[in-house]
């Protein structure tokens, strides 16, 4: 039978399998939704300014797969914490992550952060511009609006979990130490 830090082990790898999951559909689902909206305003011609609304969507299918992302790694960092403060076999190996992890994770924060922002910041410039979308007016107005409210609400995902996650470690700061008392 496996052990509970064995059973705890195969639970953060589940929930890194569903975090690459939801990388891997929240870029299926940007880029369906924008090859949608492209192509339907393509094949209207004049008074295409409406078919862009379906760009809209864009930031926040973006927003949330972050917040559904984050939550995943909020899950994984806790029962890492736990895994951690039990000291169990799995000690040495957290103990060596929980140093450097605000180093080597920048890379995939940084794709994942970037990628948001960027579909936000396209489907702003494309409300932005009068030849993409025919006319300024609602739909012009309408995308730089959710453009800007889908990059604050991928910022806001990302603040609430640093935040989180700062408030995880101050909870459990250090594994107990054991004293010569103890029986175990």
């Known amino acids: 039978m496996a052990s ?31 090859a949608a909206g492209l192509s339907l305003s393509a094949s209207s011609g004049q008074g295409a300014d409406g078919k ?6 864009i930031p926040f299918v973006a927003a949330y797969c972050d917040a559904v992302g984050r939550d995943f790694d909020l899950r994984i960092a806790l029962i890492a914490r736990f895994l951690w403060l039990k000291e169990g076999p799995f000690f040495q190996y957290e ?16 794709a994942n952060l970037g990628a948001s922002l960027i579909a936000c910041t396209l489907v702003f410039l494309v409300g932005c511009s009068p030849s993409v979308t025919g006319r300024t007016g609602g739909a012009s107005t ?16 990302e603040v609430g979990y640093s935040q989180r996650l700062r408030n995880l470690r101050k909870c459990y700061l250090q594994p107990k130490k054991k004293s010569s008392d103890d029986p175990a």
């Open 142 to 157: 309408a995308l730089m609006v959710s453009a800007v409210i889908g990059a604050v609400l991928v910022a806001l995902v």
């Open 95 to 110: 103990s060596f992550v929980a140093g450097g992890r605000k180093y080597w994770w920048l890379v995939g924060l940084a």
């Open 52 to 57: 862009y609304m379906v760009l809209a969507i």
């Open 4 to 34: 509970e830090e064995e059973k705890l082990r195969d639970e953060i790898i589940e929930f890194q399998k569903a975090r690459a999951d939801i990388l891997r559909w929240k870029l299926i689902a940007i880029g369906g939704v924008g």
